[in-house]
């Protein structure tokens, strides 16, 4: 085939199509590894020894966010936030929660119950990582560590802080009942464990997940310690000491869907304690807005960094 005759094929219409869709996908692969090799991975110490496993990607120069998953996740729980154009001007911080990921995993049930050791995690990421006035986003569990670093190290430290779906107390009121889950969760039988872990997961969302993505989420609880699942549900909250004295702005985000948080009633709960929270509830959403309603989400976050940043 002579030249002219390749360069008319090229410009036949039924090519453009093709040489779109090959174009998107290498630019795809291009940001796919701008992003990978953006990503930093390394290993805080806490107080008590325990290696914590940190993540950052996004902008090194902007505001810091560090992001805290909930019970059975992992920093991979966020994928939606690191991997979002809108964030991606920020400095965005995951790690994995003692107990979970690739964090150490104690054998001692008072390494996950003493909520102060959960605090000095936080507070030994912030440290090493010499974020600056980050926003603090927490997930569930994640919300009750931000309230146990509030009250043992207050909120000089931070710029705001941003409850998705957050444990405020475990109590009745503020947590949905599922006394066969929790139970099996502590089962030393394998069967009766990992079904508990298949529930418990599903349970977070009130639209499900694609395969791919659920698997991966029910892996990350797979890996997460027995020990840990045990005793969690007798880990102290400082919410009074804590999200009570909190000076700062913020925002409390739950789904009107959550199957594992009441959600109005834990908004009722942190505003008796904190008369300044303000509150947002998406409608499609259950335990995970920030997952089930991505985009929504990840700009609230962005419009909350940006206005905290401008105190």
Not at 272 to 297: D, I, K, M, Q
Request: aromatic content about 8%; glycine content about 6%; proline content about 6%.
């Amino acid at each position: 085939m002579d030249r002219s005759a390749a360069l008319r094929l090229l410009l036949h219409p039924l090519w453009r199509p093709l040489c779109h869709l090959f174009a998107m996908a290498v630019m795809m692969a291009a940001v796919a590894t701008a992003h990978a090799a953006d990503t930093r991975q390394y290993t805080v110490t806490a107080p008590d020894g325990l290696p914590i496993a940190v993540q950052e990607s996004g902008n090194a120069d902007g505001p810091p966010i560090i992001f805290i998953h909930g019970l059975l996740g992992s920093r991979l729980s966020w994928d939606a936030q690191v991997d979002s154009p809108l964030l991606s001007r920020y400095r965005l911080i995951t790690f994995d929660l003692r107990g979970h990921g690739q964090s150490g995993k104690p054998a001692s049930a008072v390494a996950y119950t003493d909520g102060r050791r959960w605090a000095d995690d936080l507070q030994a990421v912030i440290a090493a990582t010499q974020a600056r006035q980050p926003v603090l986003v927490g997930w569930s569990l994640g919300a009750a560590v931000a309230s146990n670093y509030l009250a043992a190290y207050g909120d000089a430290g931070i710029a705001g802080a941003i409850y998705v779906g957050g444990v405020i107390e475990l109590t009745p009121t503020t947590i949905v009942s599922h006394p066969d889950v929790y139970r099996d969760l502590a089962s030393p039988d394998l069967r009766t464990w990992l079904d508990a872990q298949r529930t418990f997961v599903a349970l977070c969302f009130a639209t499900q997940l694609d395969p791919v993505t659920f698997q991966r989420l029910l892996a990350n609880a797979a890996i997460a310690s027995p020990v840990l699942q045990a005793a969690v549900p007798t880990m102290s909250i400082a919410a009074r000491d804590g999200l009570g004295r909190m000076t700062k702005p913020l925002l409390l985000i739950y789904g009107a869907q959550d199957a594992l948080v009441h959600a109005l009633p834990s908004i009722a709960r942190a505003r008796e304690l904190n008369p300044a929270a303000a509150s947002t509830v998406y409608a499609a959403s259950g335990h995970a807005p920030f997952v089930e309603e991505a985009e929504r989400f990840n700009r609230d976050v962005m419009e909350f960094v940006e206005a905290a940043q401008r105190r």
